[in-house]
């Protein structure tokens, strides 16, 4: 298994009161899944992303990656597992403005501090599957959104990622450009990637082998194999 989360419970202070986001929340991950995560505006989608990418921590349980026990991980060697394991897709990108697209899809080779040749090759390949070469010498504030997501997604999965995390990734994209999106993702899970999906997107989720939504703080199985998800207990099961 890649990654096993166990009874989490994620609480954010709001003023004097704490309002509890995730309660008693397990998944089960396994090499090679593509997994939706749906639910209501609010219910705690991106929450329980920042959770598996080791940019949020928790209040009750516990996250296992490959059985390692990431909760008592110290900080830096919670950064240390996001730089090796995890790409991150967000809603709003986070590129560097400033820079040009290979440079922005470097970045991560850099921060593993992978020799100049290799971080080249490295990137080439995935300026050539995302179908983005023509423009890699731009920079990112000259670019339009589907050209910006593809870059976002290429410096995601550039370090090949033992788990892909993506934040609506289609979401304000033209149909077209959201295929083209989708076609990525098919290949990336052809290939043997991990990855999340938070989406609201029907067309988005059917790509994926399983479907959960995030619903009064838990997740139940919409469309996968009931046997991976424990916290179905509670809740029914809609096939
Ligand atoms: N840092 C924070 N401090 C306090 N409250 C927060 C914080 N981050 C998120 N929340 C609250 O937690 C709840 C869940 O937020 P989250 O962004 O995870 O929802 P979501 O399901 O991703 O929503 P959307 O679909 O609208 O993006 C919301 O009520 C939000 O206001």
Same mark, same amino acid.
């Given at each position: 298994?890649? #990654?096993? $989360? %166990?009874?989490?419970?994620?609480?954010?202070?709001?003023?004097?009161?704490?309002?509890?986001? $995730?309660?008693? #929340?397990? #998944?089960?991950?396994? @090499? !090679?899944?593509?997994?939706?995560?749906?639910?209501? %505006?609010?219910?705690?989608? %991106?929450? $329980?992303?920042?959770?598996?990418? !080791?940019?949020?921590?928790?209040? @009750?349980? @516990?996250? #296992?990656?490959?059985s390692r026990n990431i909760s008592t991980l110290t900080v830096n060697e919670q950064a240390e597992y996001r730089r090796k394991n995890v790409g991150f897709v967000t809603q709003n990108f986070h590129l560097l403005d400033d820079r040009n697209v290979y440079d922005n899809i470097a970045l991560p080779l850099q921060y593993l501090r992978l020799p100049k040749k290799l971080v080249k090759s490295m990137v080439e390949s995935v300026l050539y599957d995302l179908e983005i070469e023509h423009i890699m010498k731009r920079h990112i504030s000259t670019l339009s959104g589907g050209e910006r997501q593809r870059v976002a997604i290429a410096r995601a999965i550039v370090k090949k990622p033992a788990i892909l995390l993506a934040d609506e990734p289609t979401g304000s994209l033209d149909e077209e450009t959201e295929e083209f999106i989708l076609k990525i993702f098919d290949k990336l899970h052809q290939k043997g990637m991990t990855f999340v999906i938070v989406t609201h997107d029907d067309t988005v989720s059917s790509h994926c082998q399983h479907i959960y939504e995030l619903h009064h703080k838990k997740l139940r199985l919409f469309r996968g194999v009931a046997s991976e998800i424990n916290s179905l207990k509670d809740e029914p099961l809609v096939l």
């Open positions: 298994m890649l #990654l096993e $989360l %166990s009874g989490i419970t994620k609480r954010f202070k709001n003023g004097t009161k704490y309002q509890e986001i $995730l309660e008693n #929340l397990d #998944l089960r991950i396994y @090499e !090679g899944d593509s997994i939706a995560i749906k639910g209501k %505006s609010g219910c705690g989608k %991106s929450t $329980l992303l920042n959770i598996l990418g !080791g940019l949020l921590p928790f209040d @009750e349980g @516990e996250m #296992l990656f490959k």
